[in-house]
């Protein structure tokens, strides 16, 4: 059973916005069993948008509209929806009252584009929307579902999960005659085209399922998909796929479904009853930002100093300036007594630290834009580790990120 | 002119990966003075791709392709090329002479897979990929430009950047007739709606100029838009436009362009030769994050304190164990103690703090989750805002963030 997503919107065909909404929607959707026909992505023109929605319509059985549900004039969407499904706006009741106490309790009358936000095309209902002022917009039509939401990504997500959720639910329940799912495998140490290598072509898979490679920057995903009549049918070939990727490549296997490396590595320490603290130069706190991702990082997680300057890893973080002075800020000896020295200043089980040139200035001949440095201290001893990344700033830090916490996985296991 | 992207891969559709590529691309042939047709994302299915392709290359001066172009057997992009324009692969022995090389310098020799990345439709030529191993395939066919690039944002960029752009804009002045350019105004302080009543409607505005709101945590992007008949024309249009905006909502405006508020403040800042530092709780870095995002942040970013746990507050921050006990680590007094002891341990010119409950656990009656503190403070005085945002953690530490940076600009521009 299909869905397809409608976005709508110049800000997202400029690039001024990243298309956030229409993954959120696809894990939804794909956690129920829907396969997708396409997520289109258009400019705030309606000739574009009858068009597209027509096909999207022929194609899949729920199409999914966001964007253009707003107060102002080039909010089109549901001008569209009127002229492809006929009938008129007409004023929603529940959510004008609704509305009217919105404003009401922020001290304000409802104004005229208030009221405008309660009308929706008579041939629709509303979906409540608690957390905004654009509802939601639900067509039934052919034992097809149609529905517009606000582009707004936490109005979006609130109506989608609270309202939306269990009538997609129902709808595939009762129409679908097979089900997709999926399971993804993390790796990492090993180059894409030799784990391709390892696991062997799509010959050997079992009947249904199939495989897919998603490299990024230091690690390979592999995403195991099962078609089948049943969940507990799919749910099996992915098991039995799985066991063979484990057979042939587990020991580059880090993690299992949507499992972050923090999460992974948050579930380590935690069950270990471990601390870590943070020391970041070029990564200004990224670290840490990533470790209290996940709620209940405090449990494993104390924080870490930003020393960004050279004063600070100085006065701060207790770094000798004679090592910086002799050996440099991006260097083997600063990134080690910056991680041993968070972690004696935090009294934490491991320091990890990160000091590099994330660029675009700051290069040498000798330390080129892209050179970090890693450290990795427990109470005994520290280490530190040298990469060479690449030019751009914004990749380069957030591959110390993903190193840094790799390096912590490593040395946690082999306590 | 119109361009269209096509994004291809089950992992986009599944909403296991945002689709930044696609914005990267909208943004870059935005600037040119391209509008977009369509950006498309589709599953790895070979007849799904072939008519998607048919329908964008009909409406669409220049098709952009990403993904499905690397070595493993989920990989369809190149067959259906073939199939679609004709001709078979063919290596390429530029590519090949190079993947060599890239494989001799990591002391390994070309693989099976690393040759067939070097296999080309012999009715495309290759365009340069030096950052990983899979090249650009560009078709010119009928007056149109269509372009495969691999799914890998670092090799994708790179590509587009330094191989697509001059044959883009070479393109875009030999056969276009009108010219897109957009200007983005961001405002704070005051809800779309009213920012729409002020402005008032399309009728007042420039023919030949769009105006599009968009609203986001915390404030509302106003985008200009001008087709005209040269850039130059288009340009004399948003400046006309954007006069009338300062003259009727002025006062709301805090930056112009692609700036972010971290590089707004960035710049304030360092032209008054003007330093802070930062004290985060439940942001855990990515203060000092948004931060460090600019290069060259190093001028007016000292660096911060992370400190996640109580101890760190009380130990490292020096905030008084009597203060937390008493008000609570999400307090007012709490948060003006650490804007205000990170500006004078780390001596700098302003100190900002964040101490919140960014959820879902930690909620109280009297403090649900969403309650967030943020102290400002300089070398005389310290005050505290108080800001009561949702249920969603991610959501949560990136408006305190904003939030912070805001009352800093707020806070400077007052000096």
Tied chains: 1, 2.
Excluded at 19 to 32: C, D, E, K, V, Y
Excluded at 220 to 249: C, P
Excluded at 322 to 332: C, H, K, L, R, Y
Aim: charged share 20%; aromatic share 8%; with cysteine.
């Amino acid at each position: 059973m299909k869905y397809s997503v409608l976005t709508v919107g110049d800000e997202l065909c400029i690039g001024q916005v990243v298309n956030t909404n229409a993954a959120f929607i696809a894990n939804l959707m794909s956690g129920l069993g829907f396969s997708v026909f396409c997520h289109s992505t258009i400019p705030d023109e309606p000739s574009i948008m009858k068009s597209e929605l027509q096909r999207l319509m022929d194609n899949s059985e729920i199409v999914i509209i966001t964007g253009g549900l707003g107060p102002t004039h080039d909010d089109i969407t549901k001008g569209v929806l009127v002229d492809f499904f006929g009938g008129q706006l007409v004023v929603d009741t529940n959510t004008l009252s609704y509305l009217e106490s919105w404003f009401e309790s922020r001290d304000r009358k409802i104004t005229e584009v208030g009221i405008a936000q309660a009308m929706i095309p008579s041939k629709s209902r509303a979906l409540n929307n608690r957390v905004g002022t654009a509802p939601g917009i639900l067509f039934e039509f052919d034992n097809k579902l149609i529905l517009a939401l606000p582009g707004v990504p936490a109005e979006m997500r609130y109506i989608v999960t609270n309202e939306f959720l269990p009538i997609a639910k129902n709808h595939f329940e009762k129409f679908s005659t097979e089900v997709q799912q999926f399971l993804t495998i993390k790796t990492v140490g090993i180059f894409e085209s030799s784990l391709a290598e390892l696991i062997g072509g799509p010959e050997n898979f079992p009947i249904g399922t199939t495989l897919a490679y998603l490299p990024s920057a230091g690690s390979v995903r592999l995403r195991i998909g099962a078609i089948a009549a049943s969940m507990e049918k799919a749910s099996e070939l992915i098991d039995e796929m799985k066991n063979t990727i484990i057979s042939k490549a587990g020991k580059y296997i880090i993690a299992y479904g949507d499992d972050s490396i923090q999460s992974v590595l948050g579930n380590i320490l935690k069950s270990n009853g471990l601390t870590v603290s943070v020391a970041e130069s070029c990564t200004g706190g990224m670290l840490g930002a990533a470790f209290t991702d996940n709620s209940g990082s405090s449990a494993y997680f104390k924080g870490g100093l930003i020393a960004y300057s050279n004063d600070v890893k100085i006065e701060q973080l207790k770094v000798s300036k004679a090592t910086i002075d002799t050996f440099g800020a991006v260097s083997e000896q600063t990134a080690i007594e910056m991680a041993r020295n968070i972690s004696t200043l935090f009294d934490t089980d491991f320091g990890l630290s990160i000091t590099g040139i994330a660029g675009p200035d700051g290069g040498t001949t000798e330390k080129p834009v892209g050179t970090v440095w890693i450290g990795v201290a427990d109470r005994l001893s520290a280490k530190a580790f040298q990469y060479k990344f690449g030019n751009d700033r914004s990749l380069n830090r957030e591959r110390a990120v993903s190193k840094a916490l790799e390096l912590l996985i490593k040395k946690v296991n082999e306590k």
